[in-house]
């Protein structure tokens, strides 16, 4: 038998203790997805865009922990597209999570695809998006997956809500694509939106946009479902004279945290409770992206709002103003860090052992650079139209491959596909958030130069892995929401500036960490995070922001086989298409 690492007698797997858990009967629930374009008019314009079932955001998935969950998709759409169920950690059904030329082809146009994969273990909130182009601003949409016998640590709430965080893009989403994949960034989406609506704030004609409405009652309490499914920013959101108490994210309880406002980054799903507790009125909640502030490449103000509406107040809110909170400059990043930083988990003997044993370490920044557009390494650079700007993971550019890696890896035809030699430490140490790097200039010249390449990086079966995320200051300065398909991972700390692995481990957090599937990395800081490679399979590891993906902010994981048929990648099910000629799914 293949001896296991020192981490395998510590890790409490999750999955293991739901199975144990008591609970009810186990259900199978089946939904029926039809991709197809539309038009809508807002601002004075008609739009082409792309949405499921006609529903915008898309329909919500409501399952209870334990169950399996099976999607029928319908592909109406001109072009391929794969659906991702982003969160799941897809035990044994590593075949259905979506990802795009990472395990499965695009889905033809006209044809049909299922999706078939059990939720165990994970309670609270999740959310599916398309994963190919830049679908997902438009085909996404809530995930809910309840607890046993509707058991919560916390009372029990009137009822939740799905907040999808949005953007409105006027341009259409495929050409938005083909523009980035040519090194254009200049576009930009014209609103934010809250669950599909720009809000009042937007016209057209002196019409005001319609807004998103919150019934309430007073004396009740709201379970806000919040997810940020924009392909450019973060949120910041507020309800003007209520607070929230945070009390899960992504899919897991975390300590109840008391706030004004919350923070969730693309890729992101936080639960918040919300009390109505303020006289009967009329009041806004309000959506707000932040940015870095100048040199850093600047986007205009992004922000929608809704409205908060109790039950029996006045539609005209007795003649006075509807409030609208206070937030904070869309250039401060700090609450976000002070945000993300002050959530731990609900910690719980069977869902909270943190490895203490570490395997292997990664040291991963998370940078821009920029390669010739003449397929040279010798071009004017600085930003100059000689050269196309890319993000990159250790000064590697990832190349998206046109093969499906996980079809490949299975059947053993891997070769001139991709190298396993992804680094575990930048190249060339320097100054990593040095914010004299933004703007171009010497000290960022000679870091600017880098190169395209499809490299992965191979894990034992059962294996302890720490990544160190390292934000840096490289011709921008973002916060970077790194996400991994298939695992989550223990947030032990975060912290601004450069990671010191002298000092910064004593703060690790091994009591209570947050257990999540996106972390946010700070603006000019660091994040670590731990895991244990319990989930055989390829697993693709990016960027949240849909430009930076397509820049190459991206690798995939290969996890190998552990000693046993159940610890080992299954079969492709029968239902699984595998990928043509023509880089789509076969009939």
Not at 83 to 107: K, L, M, N
Not at 263 to 268: C, D, H, L, Q, S
């Amino acid at each position: 038998m293949e001896k296991l690492s020192v981490a395998a007698t510590i890790f409490c797997a999750v999955v293991l203790a739901a199975l144990a858990a008591a609970g009810g009967e186990a259900a199978v629930v089946e939904h029926t997805f039809v991709v197809h374009e539309m038009n809508q008019t807002h601002m004075c314009n008609t739009t082409k865009i792309y949405v499921v079932n006609g529903q915008l955001p898309g329909p919500t998935i409501d399952v209870t922990d334990g169950d399996t969950v099976v999607v029928h998709v319908v592909n109406r759409l001109p072009h391929g597209l794969t659906i991702h169920w982003h969160g799941v950690r897809q035990i044994r059904s590593r075949w259905s999570d979506g990802a795009g030329f990472v395990t499965e082809c695009p889905i033809s146009p006209g044809g049909e695809h299922m999706y078939r994969f059990n939720v165990t273990g994970q309670v609270g909130t999740l959310w599916w998006h398309a994963h190919v182009n830049c679908l997902r601003a438009k085909v996404a949409g809530a995930f809910i997956i309840r607890p046993k016998g509707g058991r919560y640590p916390f009372p029990t709430p009137a009822k939740d809500v799905p907040i999808i965080i949005g953007e409105w893009w006027e341009l259409d989403l495929v050409e938005l694509d083909k523009r980035m994949h040519d090194g254009n960034f200049a576009d930009n989406p014209l609103s934010a939106t809250i669950n599909g609506k720009l809000s009042d704030l937007k016209n057209c004609s002196g019409k005001p946009e319609e807004s998103f409405v919150l019934d309430v009652v007073r004396g009740e309490t709201y379970l806000l479902r919040i997810v940020n499914t924009a392909l450019f920013s973060e949120y910041y959101s507020k309800v003007a004279g209520h607070t929230f108490t945070v009390v899960g994210a992504d899919g897991y309880y975390l300590t109840p945290y008391k706030t004004d406002m919350v923070t969730v980054a693309p890729g992101e799903a936080i639960d918040v409770l919300m009390a109505a507790d303020a006289p009967p009125a009329h009041c806004h909640m309000v959506a707000l992206a932040n940015q870095p502030p100048e040199p850093d490449p600047q986007i205009p103000r992004f922000d929608s709002r809704g409205l908060v509406r109790y039950a029996g107040s006045s539609h005209n809110n007795n003649g006075l103003s509807v409030p609208t909170p206070l937030m904070p400059s869309q250039h401060n990043t700090m609450p976000s860090y002070y945000f993300h930083n002050n959530l731990t988990g609900l910690a719980h003997p069977d869902r909270h052992c943190v490895p203490m044993h570490v395997d292997e370490r990664l040291y991963f920044t998370l940078s821009l650079g920029s390669i010739c557009r003449n397929g040279t390494k010798t071009c004017q650079r600085r930003r100059s139209r000689e050269t196309i700007v890319v993000a990159t993971m250790n000064n590697v550019s990832f190349r998206h491959p046109t093969h499906v890696l996980l079809e490949r890896y299975y059947d053993g035809r891997t070769s001139g596909l991709y190298t396993e030699d992804l680094p575990d430490n930048p190249p060339h140490p320097y100054n990593y958030t040095d914010r004299a790097l933004i703007p171009p200039g010497p000290l960022e010249e000679a870091l600017e130069p880098t190169f395209k390449a499809t490299k992965l990086r191979r894990f034992r079966y059962n294996t302890s892995v720490e990544i160190i995320f390292q934000s840096t200051a490289l011709l921008q300065s973002d916060s970077n929401p790194m996400h991994l398909h298939g695992y989550d991972f223990f947030v032990l700390a975060m912290g601004i500036g450069n990671y010191d692995s002298k000092t910064d481990p004593k703060k690790f957090n091994y009591h209570n960490p947050q257990l999540r599937n996106t972390v946010q990395v700070p603006r000019t800081g660091w994040a670590a995070v731990r895991f244990v490679t319990d989930n055989p399979g390829m697993w693709y590891l990016h960027y949240h922001f849909e430009f930076h993906i397509i820049m190459g902010m991206a690798t995939a994981f290969i996890v190998e086989n552990g000693p046993t048929p159940e610890t080992s990648l299954p079969p492709p099910p029968l239902e699984f298409k595998r990928c043509g000629s023509n880089g789509l799914t076969q009939p």
